[in-house]
Antibody
Framework: EAQLLESGGGLVQPGGSLRLSCAAS????????MNWVRQAPGKGLEWVST????????YYADSVKGRFTISRDNSKNTLSLQMNSLRAEDTALYYC?????????????WGQGTLVTVSS | SYVLTQPPSVSVAPGQTARITCGGN??????VHWYQQKPGQAPVLVVY???DRPSGIPERFSGSNSGNTATLTISRVEAGDEADYYC????????????FGTGTKVTVL
């Protein structure tokens, strides 16, 4: 059974940085694209970033482009999200999610999320 | 950018049928996926590719997609189905964009 476990969230001041990690198990991590999706308190789901299975291609939502960097270590089955220049509007629960690996692209499963709070 | 619109809320009595719509421009030409999110929990995939169910999801959950509207139908609603539901597509017309609907809160009366 595929499982994902996020870590690294916390309280950070505006303009600060934070690095999230996601440990994957139960599937061949190196064969699947991986994603970060966030959910602001009381709000809906927002796609943040995707990285291809090899790590050679990355994609970002306009809201985080230039500030966030997604990466992966296939030898350690780990996904990361480096978040710089954080803003109050980045406050959210950040989920990592396995990509379906198909053209139509869905997310399954999801981790339990890690909370990022940007506040002074 | 591509927009998916859902009703904010749907109320249904136990044993009845709940229908949750997801509107988007020519959404019938895309594959739609649906997620269930219960309070304090991560989203769970309940329907993918318009109408397929992952293993472990009850047959009571079904989906359809045509024209400008996709629909998630929950038959014989149970109290445990009370949750937020989100539709999602991959927008191939833009730079690798995953788009989520606005979300629908299903309340079991």
């Amino acid at each position: 059974e595929a499982q994902l476990l996020e870590s690294g969230g916390g309280l950070v001041q505006p303009g600060g940085s934070l690095r999230l990690s996601c440990a994957a198990s139960g599937f061949t991590f190196s064969s699947y694209a991986m994603n970060w999706v966030r959910q602001a308190p009381g709000k809906g789901l927002e796609w943040v970033s995707t990285i291809s299975s090899s790590g050679g291609s990355t994609y970002y939502a306009d809201s985080v482009k230039g500030r966030f960097t997604i990466s992966r270590d296939n030898s350690k089955n780990t996904l990361s999200l480096q978040m710089n220049s954080l803003r109050a509007e980045d406050t959210a629960l950040y989920y990592c999610a396995k990509d379906s690996g198909t053209y139509s692209a869905w997310f399954d499963p999801w981790g339990q999320g890690t909370l990022v709070t940007v506040s002074s | 950018s591509y927009v998916l619109t859902q009703p904010p809320s749907v109320s249904v009595a136990p044993g009845q049928t709940a229908r949750i719509t997801c509107g988007g421009n020519n959404i019938g030409g895309k594959s739609v996926h649906w997620y269930q999110q219960k309070p304090g929990q991560a989203p769970v995939l309940v329907v993918y590719d318009d109408s397929d169910r992952p293993s472990g999801i009850p047959e009571r959950f079904s989906g359809s997609n045509s024209g400008n509207t996709a629909t998630l139908t929950i038959s014989r609603v149970e109290a445990g189905d009370e949750a937020d539901y989100y539709c999602q597509v991959w927008d191939s017309s833009s730079d690798h964009r995953y788009v989520f609907g606005t979300g629908t809160k299903v309340t079991v009366l």
